[in-house]
């Protein structure tokens, strides 16, 4: 049973456009979310967090967006950089339990 | 954060034998687990390995097939035992409570 679901396999975004990659979740008890990024023969990466008192948290060209209401979190890239191509996974956990549910992932390529 | 590496970072096996993957922290770290992707699929936690204990397997995973040492809190190894082709995937460890950070993992392909 997939409890974090990442709809868009994948997308495409021209060089200094905005990146908005999209991730539901069914599980009401997850109350921490994070993003991770991964390019190929490397273990993922963190990218950046949100808990869920909080709608909204930003780092640098990365911005994620929380609405626990529709169980929906987004992550968005602005500018897009060629480097920015990877696979982005977005994950989840309950409070007191470290264990984490992965999406399938959405692959990001940046066109120049 | 935390620099985690694992040996070896790729292998081919013979059906029936077993691999052992090390996993090595740079820092002390109360939390470290394994985790298997699959060809084109997502990370699927494999079992959380507890110092001092028996590792902690998730549904689907058991002791006999991938059991787990955790001698200290840097160091974990996963042995993936009696191998398939069906258990070619890239093993991956992590170590971390909030964010978890995660090793280069081990690329493993079964004939």
């Known amino acids: 049973d997939q409890q974090v679901k990442q709809n868009s396999p994948s997308l495409s975004v021209q060089e200094g456009r905005i990146s908005i990659l999209n991730c539901d979740y069914t599980?009401?008890?997850?109350?921490?979310f994070l993003w991770y990024k991964k390019y190929p023969a490397e273990g993922p990466t963190f990218l950046i967090s949100?808990?869920?008192?909080?709608d909204k948290n930003e780092d640098g060209r990365f911005t994620v967006f929380l609405n626990k209401s529709a169980k929906h979190l987004s992550l968005h890239i602005v500018p897009s950089q060629p480097g920015d191509s990877a696979v982005y996974f977005c994950a989840a956990r309950g409070a007191n339990d470290y264990k984490l549910s992965f999406g399938a992932g959405t692959t990001v390529t940046v066109r120049a | 954060s935390a620099v985690i590496s694992q040996k070896p970072s790729r292998d081919i096996c013979q059906r029936g034998t077993s691999l052992t993957i090390q996993c090595q922290v740079d820092s002390q770290v109360t939390m470290m687990f394994w985790y298997r992707q699959q060809p084109g699929q997502s990370l699927t936690l494999i079992a959380t390995a507890n110092q001092g204990s028996e590792a902690t397997y998730e549904s689907g995973f058991v002791i006999d097939k991938f059991p787990i040492s955790r001698p200290n809190l840097t160091f974990s190894t996963l042995t993936v035992s009696n191998m398939s082709p069906e258990d070619s995937s890239i093993y991956l460890c992590?170590?971390?409570?909030?964010?978890?950070?995660f090793g280069p993992g081990t690329r493993l392909t079964v004939l």
């Open positions: 599980n009401s008890m997850f109350d921490y």
């Open positions: 949100i808990s869920s008192i909080k």
């Open positions: 992590s170590a971390g409570g909030g964010e978890q950070f």
